[in-house]
């Protein structure tokens, strides 16, 4: 029954086109392909990678930030209140009006003094700003490190004469390929502790599209366009963590032109080099040469994910571009949440204040004036 499966799971015609199968991947003449067995070590790199991240963190990136001028707010904790932080892990983090009422009854605690235990709370358990730039700093470093690798892969690429589909394994190669998929893995075992960002479900499914993408073109010896892809990504993502790492360090001009840069890049890759020059190779071309088998349609399908995505986010960087061209201070990340200040609970009391004064309601009903009778 297995081995039945097992023979339905790597039928050729699944994987590839129709006269190819897994028998033209196999060694001969000093020629080396990819093998499944190949990607088990993806697994040893990821947590290698998530060793390095905590080594560079605490002697690299900490320093960095020192150097830089990153500092925290001190932020007030919320007193312990054994009712309240009930509600808040169980039902909800930001409770509604009626509720505020029912817990200052049930705590003795003003309907003000409530709500401002709830904004520092939930300021307890927003990330740090130098947890921000030390998570920032490690993945600049791995993306401008893996984009010129990536060049250096390109380069050595070229060198080879043979056609896509029968071009040979070079070890740059496998190295590129091997690291790439290790660093996506690693992201994703790290996924609970990483900054959570509005985005969080949007990247957990980028992680995943790229994760099954580079697996699959090192299977079915799409190696080329899957170092280009690979490629694209990197020369706009280190450009993103340097324009944050910046903005935690409070340098706001050389943020706001980085960012700038950032999103000329992403756009001309992501929307432009992406779908037109790559994925043209990888949908339009190969319909020339044979039919479309399932293969095709999978990988071009994640293809297809991932420019969703790209267009998701060029929208979000364009939003900030346009905020801060006019001369805002500083671009804001509209991913990230923004921390609540005590200024903001004192605003919204006397905002109720000037309605109780004004006399917009009185118990739930408008008051009428009754100084004032009806002439007959």
Not at 340 to 351: A, I, L, Q
Request: glycine share 4%.
């Amino acid at each position: 029954m297995l081995s039945r499966l097992s023979e339905l799971i790597w039928a050729d015609w699944i994987w590839f086109p129709e006269g190819h199968g897994w028998a033209d991947l196999t060694d001969h003449d000093g020629k080396v392909y990819p093998k499944t067995r190949d990607l088990w070590a993806t697994v040893p790199i990821a947590i290698c990678f998530l060793v390095i991240r905590q080594i560079f963190e605490r002697t690299v990136a900490i320093p960095l930030a020192s150097l830089l001028g990153v500092s925290d707010k001190q932020r007030v904790r919320a007193s312990p209140n054994p009712t309240l932080e009930s509600y808040f892990c169980s039902t909800s983090k930001h409770p509604t009006q009626s509720s505020i009422e029912s817990l200052s009854k049930q705590t003795g605690c003003s309907v003000r003094q409530v709500q401002r235990w709830f904004r520092r709370r939930r300021n307890q358990d927003r990330p740090s700003k130098l947890k921000k730039f030390r998570e920032a700093s490690w993945r600049f470093t791995f993306y401008l490190l893996a984009f010129f690798a990536g060049l250096a892969v390109l380069v050595d690429v070229s060198t080879v004469s043979e056609s896509a589909w029968q071009s040979p394994l070079l070890p740059s190669q496998y190295w590129y390929y091997m690291i790439e998929l290790g660093f996506y893995l690693s992201l994703l075992f790290s996924v609970a502790s990483d900054v959570k960002r509005k985005d969080f479900k949007e990247q957990i499914v980028h992680h995943v599209a790229t994760i099954l993408l580079i697996s699959f073109s090192w299977l079915v010896n799409y190696i080329r366009a899957g170092t280009l892809i690979m490629l694209v990504h990197d020369a706009s993502d280190y450009l993103m963590e340097s324009a944050k790492m910046f903005n935690y360090a409070g340098w706001r001009k050389t943020c706001n032109f980085i960012f700038t840069v950032f999103a000329a890049v992403f756009i001309i890759t992501r929307l432009i080099i992406l779908p037109f020059w790559i994925t043209h190779t990888t949908w339009v071309y190969p319909q020339t040469l044979y039919p479309p088998f399932l293969g095709f349609y999978f990988f071009n399908g994640l293809m297809f994910v991932l420019q969703i995505l790209h267009i998701f986010w060029a929208a979000l960087i364009l939003r900030m571009v346009i905020k801060f061209l006019p001369g805002n201070d500083i671009v804001e990340d509209e991913r990230s949440d923004k921390e609540e200040t005590e200024s903001e609970d004192e605003d919204d009391d006397h905002e109720r204040r000037e309605k109780s004064k004004n006399g917009h309601m009185q118990n739930g009903h408008t008051p009428h004036n009754n100084n004032h009778r009806k002439r007959h």
